[in-house]
């Protein structure tokens, strides 16, 4: 059974990050990944320092390859489903039967978005129905803009969209809407819409708008909602690491300096933070990296 100074699970930003970080510091690091960023559905990166606009998985394989470049490095291809505690350390394994031990363990798993049923949305998630407007804004051009509520966060949203172009609020029956809610959007620019949205409407990429249960169609370039997070792997919970709950799912609790409530065990990335954004996963791998050499330095 191979041995490790550490073992990342999950090989996107966030973990790709941490092992970096390590290896640097002349750590023997596997990480092992089971191939499904959650960024996948997005065809291009944007507000992440000196590779704006370039496309998430070829900003991962140019990070794999320069991991790779350093002695001690041992990238997998592979699924976690066991991690288990040890006397001195953690063992995993992989879905194929490896198995490995780390005297450290960060979990880069990530979270994975859970969509309304509408119809166009799923189509169209990650390019012209998004999350994120620091993201993805820029590039609709001040066009009009929908944000579809899902719930008390599609207000937070309301509120800054019109920043990137004119906005309607798809009520949708999932929010209640005060009197100075309505005062505080209408003030700001935004349309209201209680008609039910019944789906997602596009010629090719771009979105033509969000057809409604009355018939109408309200021309939207760009929808964004704030869908309900689960983790992607059941692995946090099994070892026993303590959960914050937000409004839009749970995430994993850390401290300062990302461990977990688990001795040993670190986790990085969307799975253990709120906000999101790619360059919060990289700066979140490489805290818990240098956390972790500070204490095989200090004990």
């Known amino acids: 059974m191979d041995h490790y100074d550490a073992i990342v699970v999950g090989g996107s930003f966030a973990g790709l990050s941490a092992a970096l970080s390590l290896v640097r510091a002349r750590f023997c690091v596997a990480v092992i990944d089971a191939g499904s960023p959650r960024n996948r559905f997005a065809s291009a990166s ?58 450290y363990l960060i979990l880069a798993t990530g979270v994975s978005d859970v969509l309304p049923d509408i119809p166009g949305l799923a189509t169209h998630w990650g390019e012209s129905v998004i999350h994120c407007p620091f993201c993805h804004g820029y590039e609709f051009g001040g066009g ?26 798809f009520v949708d029956g999932k929010v209640e809407l005060s009197d100075e809610d309505r005062g505080d959007l209408v003030a700001r620019g935004v349309t209201i819409e209680e008609t039910p949205v019944v789906a997602v409407e596009a010629t090719g990429r ?42 839009l799912g749970p995430v994993v609790k850390t401290g300062a300096d990302k461990q977990t409530t688990v001795d040993g065990v670190y986790a990085v990335g969307d799975m253990a933070r709120m906000p999101h954004s790619v360059t919060f996963a990289v700066a979140d791998g490489a805290l818990a990296a240098m956390s972790i050499v500070h204490r095989r330095v200090m004990g």
């Open 46 to 103: 944007h507000g992440f320092l000196g590779s704006d606009g370039d496309n998430p998985a070829t900003i991962l394989d140019r990070a794999r390859s320069q991991i790779a470049a350093y002695d001690g490095a041992t990238l997998i291809s592979d699924r976690v489903i066991v991690a288990r505690p040890e006397a001195a350390g953690f063992q995993v394994e992989t879905e194929t039967g490896r198995t490995a031990r780390g005297d």
């Open 206 to 247: 771009g979105l033509d708008g969000v057809r409604l249960a009355d018939g109408r169609l309200v021309e939207t370039v760009g929808l964004y909602l704030a869908p309900k997070l689960v983790m992607t792997s059941p692995l946090a919970a099994d070892l026993g690491c303590t959960m914050d709950e937000t409004p």
């Open 144 to 169: 009009p803009l929908g944000v579809l509520a899902t719930g008390p966060a599609s207000l937070i949203q309301a509120r800054v969209i019109p920043l990137w172009g004119p906005t309607t609020l």
